[in-house]
T-cell receptor
Framework: SQQGEEDPQALSIQEGENATMNCSYKTSINNLQWYRQNSGRGLVHLILIRSNEREKHSGRLRVTLDTSKKSSSLLITASRAADTASYFCATEPTGNQFYFGTGTSLTVIP | EAQVTQNPRYLITVTGKKLTVTCSQNMNHEYMSWYRQDPGLGLRQIYYSMNVEVTDKGDVPEGYKVSRKEKRNFPLILESPSPNQTSLYFC???????????FGSGTRLTVV
């Protein structure tokens, strides 16, 4: 079973705009992570937020976590064409497994 | 360079012919895992390993085997591949639980 579900499934924006994607999950987690995947390639780790954190920043990325709503959001500010990719949230519940969602496909139009 | 190396990148095989996809990491990571990625289904965990000689099933282990005899290597074995195992496979490693994963470049497997 999949823990995370991203929303929207696809997002298209103009270069310079902000992109927001959301992730909802089902059970308690130790941490939540966001990854980027360029078409057909390996995933790249972007940021990890622990269950006791509410917000985290890394460059143009801002991640929030609301454990009461079991949801997270990833904000990419001032988007660039190079940000075009699929973005996945991944959750690490209390067991040993690690779950990915189905992803949000982001297209940034130059 | 810290990396996870998978081989081969592309593989076309016939039903029933045993194959192995290799995975090696040079970061002394304890945790390693295999995923398959299929359109509309995201990434699903096949097997994972917490450390040498410690492996466990993920969500979709049927038809796959793994072994972890050395810390750096975590091969994925398909004893009798079937067409429904046609997929994009990723190996990933992590220092331990609670840390981000490093992914390999993927192996695109086609079983005819």
């Amino acid at each position: 079973s999949q823990q995370g579900e991203e929303d929207p499934q696809a997002l298209s924006i103009q270069e310079g705009e902000n992109a927001t994607m959301n992730c909802s999950y089902k059970t308690s987690i130790n941490n939540l992570q966001w990854y980027r995947q360029n078409s057909g390639r390996g995933l790249v780790h972007l940021i990890l937020i622990r269950s006791n954190e509410r917000e985290k920043h890394s460059g143009r990325l801002r991640v929030t976590l609301d454990t009461s709503k079991k949801s997270s959001s990833l904000l990419i500010t001032a988007s660039r064409a190079a940000d075009t990719a699929s973005y996945f949230c991944a959750t690490e519940p209390t067991g040993n497994q690690f779950y990915f969602g189905t992803g949000t496909s982001l297209t940034v139009i130059p | 360079e810290a990396q996870v190396t998978q081989n081969p990148r592309y593989l076309i095989t016939v039903t029933g012919k045993k194959l192995t996809v290799t995975c090696s990491q040079n970061m002394n990571h304890e945790y390693m895992s295999w995923y398959r990625q299929d359109p509309g289904l995201g990434l699903r965990q096949i097997y994972y390993s917490m450390n040498v000689e410690v492996t466990d099933k993920g969500d979709v282990p049927e038809g796959y085997k793994v072994s972890r005899k050395e810390k750096r290597n975590f091969p994925l074995i398909l004893e009798s591949p079937s067409p429904n195992q046609t997929s994009l496979y990723f190996c990933a490693s992590s220092r331990s639980r609670g840390y981000g994963y490093t992914f390999g470049s993927g192996t695109r497997l086609t079983v005819v």
